[in-house]
């Protein structure tokens, strides 16, 4: 089953028809306010505003440990992340979405980004943070729709997550520009990180609603103009999640997601485990 967080501009669906609120609690603490299951069409999938129902979260108190816990004790096997993010390049426009495959961290070690520690050792490797056959197979659906062509896709580039809230120096955004990042954003990191741990396959959808500020020449947008590219981008959004989501596993159903998470990766052998640990490494795992 598909999960799909929602960041700015993405707090809610209007196509949505919710099913059923859900537990919240989980043993990282309480997850992004307004969990629930939702039906697009004739399939239901999992629903979290990563900043909460009114959008009262920074990216740095967002519980992302809990958020990426609860939605695979619920049952989803991939998480569709839609999110808003600032542009690095010129010929990525406002309302284009760009599908990152690799991250560059600059947050401030502020955000608990792994559910090892505290008895449990574990090592996953994120040389590809994202799962390529579902980007790939992203791809070719949007190639195969018009109503998906609408916009300009990107594929195959690099987000910069910064811890924010505020954005970056002028310095700042031209050197991050001079590292290889195409984007950049507040919330990826550790969400991905924290997926592959658990097993879960991540999808990151990234809608650009201005650019940065690295160049003076390139006139800044008012807010005004950004929430009218919100608005523009959420249902772009929908467009692109209904399509996802009639396909139901087709994008992740033989990918190796689940493998390569804690399932494989722990250091720590399980008799080593401690007790009050063992329920939510079981989840995590895939063993429950």
């Not at 996953?124 to 790939?136: E, N």
């Amino acid at each position: 089953m598909w999960a799909i967080i929602g960041g700015s501009g993405f707090e809610k669906f209007d196509g949505f028809t919710p099913v059923e609120n859900l537990d919240r609690e989980t043993p990282f603490g309480l997850c992004s306010t307004g969990l629930k299951k939702v039906r697009v069409g004739e399939q239901e999938c999992l629903f979290l505003s990563r900043h909460g129902e009114k959008h009262e979260l920074l990216p740095s108190e967002v519980n992302y440990r809990a958020n990426i816990f609860a939605l695979k004790a619920h049952g989803a096997q991939a998480i569709l992340s839609f999110s808003a993010v600032g542009s690095l390049r010129q010929e990525f426009k406002p309302g284009d979405m760009v599908v990152p495959s690799q991250y560059l961290d600059r947050t401030k070690g502020l955000r608990a980004h792994s559910f090892c520690g505290g008895g449990i050792v574990g090592h996953m490797s994120l040389a590809h943070p994202v799962c390529h056959k579902a980007i790939s197979r992203l791809r070719e659906l949007i190639g195969g729709s018009q109503d998906l062509q609408s916009w300009d896709s990107h594929f195959a580039k690099t987000y910069v997550c910064i811890e924010g809230p505020n954005f970056s120096t002028q310095a700042e955004s031209n050197w991050y520009r001079q590292m290889g990042a195409d984007i950049i954003g507040m919330t990826n990191y550790p969400e991905y990180a924290l997926a592959r741990e658990a097993g879960l396959t991540y999808l990151p959808c990234c809608f650009v609603t201005d650019y940065d500020c690295w160049d003076d020449s390139i006139p800044h947008v008012t807010l005004s103009e950004v929430l009218e590219v919100m608005r523009s981008n959420n249902a772009k959004a929908f467009a692109l999640a209904s399509q996802v989501l009639a396909l139901e596993s087709a994008l992740y159903g033989d990918c190796d997601c689940s493998e390569q998470g804690l399932k494989n990766g722990l250091m720590t052998p399980e008799s080593a485990w401690p007790e009050a640990s063992r329920d939510w490494l079981n989840v995590l795992r895939g063993d429950y």
